[in-house]
């Protein structure tokens, strides 16, 4: 449905890095907007109940990141690595 415009979007790409990062990250929300239309009259509860399932499953999972991050924190600090923060003076 939006392969023309794809298209363009790659013709953007330059080979700088972050540049063409967020044109891939454009292609990737393009390619799932796609998708979800096509879901939409395919199986609009499939496509309902499947994105639902994995934002639970993402939320479910945010525990434990954070928990496995403030650990990874302490332990540096234990260990005398602890991040060195900068603060700007206003």
Known sequence: MFDEMITKIHLLKTGE???????DDA???IKK???ALEASTDNPESWYADNVAM???FLD???AIE????TRTLERV???NSPKF???SQ
């Open 86 to 88: 900068q603060t700007y």
């Open 55 to 57: 934002a639970k499953t």
């Open 27 to 29: 292609i990737n929300y």
């Open 61 to 63: 999972l945010f525990p």
């Open 17 to 23: 890095k972050f540049h063409d990062f967020c044109l």
């Open 78 to 80: 234990e260990e005398g």
């Open 67 to 70: 928990h496995t991050l403030h």
């Open 33 to 35: 907007a796609t998708d």
